[in-house]
């Protein structure tokens, strides 16, 4: 224990010791509150008030947001999709689990970045509401146990935490009728296709994968907080597989309980490490502010491992079997990790991220880690709930 507190806090010294010019980067791009208000139908104090930590980053950062905003709404295709795509294919389609997916990751985004008065937006989100309900219907989106490589659990997943909070916001209340009732079948799916021993995974059934049980376990807490019935020991069994998933390094296996002969190297974990910590802390133990602090650090020292792998060829490749999907998928959890930073450490943080993000934006204000051009809506909606920082909100937490 007393290395790995040597370990977090010389990694946390140097996150300090570049802060200052990471604040002085920021200044170039600054908007005044004119600007961060134009065509959104609210003022910038409307909008710091929407945030629990009235910052410089949340006004620093708003035209940028609305230029993604914009770009999300832009792309939507046709049918009212934003279907993520990767290599994976069903009968030669996009599988339907990341349509549904990816289009509730987008809806979500513009859910808490755009105002309640946001025309295109809310017909973006209805339409993608739309979509949802639609593809939910389809056969390959029914519960499934069977033990294969199958990504609808993703789609049941976002489904879900999207749903439960349009209806904590209160937003488009006219489209609850329909989705009251999806709410209580999405619920009823993950417990069905929840893996003996916790977690869910979507390559096998075999064991659990820490990154699939992280945002799996947020749903079912947003589930919980939108009053449905959630058996605790859901909970109890999901939280004791991610614990057996982590290694005293802090890194969290791909599958499974971590190995002792084999053990996860940190640099193939920061991007999924920041979110596995914030889903303990949210399931009730309130003890990890450390390990909170060193999965972020951690994320920031081995970045440049994450750049490596984004917008190239193939899946689990390198010396640290990295993903490309990870990229944005650590940045967007690493912004809900800060969440549990000591207040007066926060703007700080938040500013070091979106400056990282700020990194690898696209020209036309879009960000994507795949070679796929369609994935940017995924890239884009996941970086957009990292720049939000404190105004996308985290599930009510878990009792201890």
């Not at 910038?44 to 980053?57: F, G, L």
């Not at 513009?110 to 309640?116: M, R």
């Not at 909070?165 to 929840?194: H, N, Q, S």
């Amino acid at each position: 224990m007393n290395c790995f507190r040597l370990r977090a806090v010389s990694r946390l010294a140097l996150a300090s010791a570049t802060a200052c010019c990471l604040l002085l980067a920021n200044t170039l791009i600054t908007n005044d509150r004119a600007a961060a208000s134009q065509d959104t139908g609210t003022s910038s104090q409307e909008v710091k008030q929407k945030s629990a930590t009235v910052n410089e980053y949340g006004e620093g950062y708003e035209k940028l947001i609305e230029r993604a905003v914009a770009r999300l709404i832009e792309i939507q295709e046709e049918d009212g999709a934003w279907p993520y795509e990767g290599v994976y294919r069903v009968r030669r389609q996009i599988p339907v689990g990341y349509r549904v997916g990816g289009t509730a990751i987008v809806c979500e985004a513009l859910l808490y970045a755009t105002p309640t008065n946001h025309e295109a937006a809310n017909t973006a989100i209805s339409r993608g509401i739309e979509i949802i309900l639609k593809d939910l219907e389809h056969p390959l989106m029914k519960p499934s146990t069977e033990n294969r490589y199958d990504v609808r659990v993703w789609g049941h997943i976002f489904a879900l935490d999207f749903f439960c909070r349009l209806k904590a916001l209160g937003r488009l209340t006219e489209k609850m009728e329909v989705i009251e009732p999806k709410i209580d079948w999405l619920l009823a799916t993950l417990l069905e296709e929840e893996i003996p021993g916790g977690g869910w995974n979507y390559a096998n059934r075999r064991a659990h994968a820490a990154f699939v049980s992280a945002p799996a376990l947020q749903a079912l807490l947003w589930a919980k907080s939108a009053g449905r019935q959630v058996p605790e020991e859901v909970f109890v069994r999901g939280r004791k597989a991610m614990l057996a998933s982590r290694n005293d390094e802090g890194a969290y296996r791909y599958s499974g309980a971590e190995s002792q002969r084999r053990p996860t190297a940190l640099p193939g974990s920061v991007a999924r490490s920041a979110g596995c910590e914030a889903t303990l802390t949210l399931l009730g133990d309130n003890t990890r502010g450390e390990q909170i602090a060193f999965s972020l650090s951690a994320f920031y020292e081995h970045w440049d491992e994450l750049e490596k792998r984004r917008q190239k060829s193939g899946t689990h490749e390198g010396p640290y079997s990295i993903a490309p999907y990870y990229f944005y998928y650590g940045h967007r959890y690493a912004g809900q990790a800060i969440s549990f930073l000591p207040e007066s450490e926060r703007m700080q943080a938040y500013d070091r991220l979106a400056q990282t993000l700020l990194k690898t934006k696209e020209p036309d204000d879009t960000w994507n880690d795949r070679v796929f051009a369609r994935s940017r809506a995924f890239g884009t909606a996941f970086s957009v709930l990292a720049l939000l920082g404190d105004r996308a909100p985290l599930p009510p937490t878990q009792a201890p």
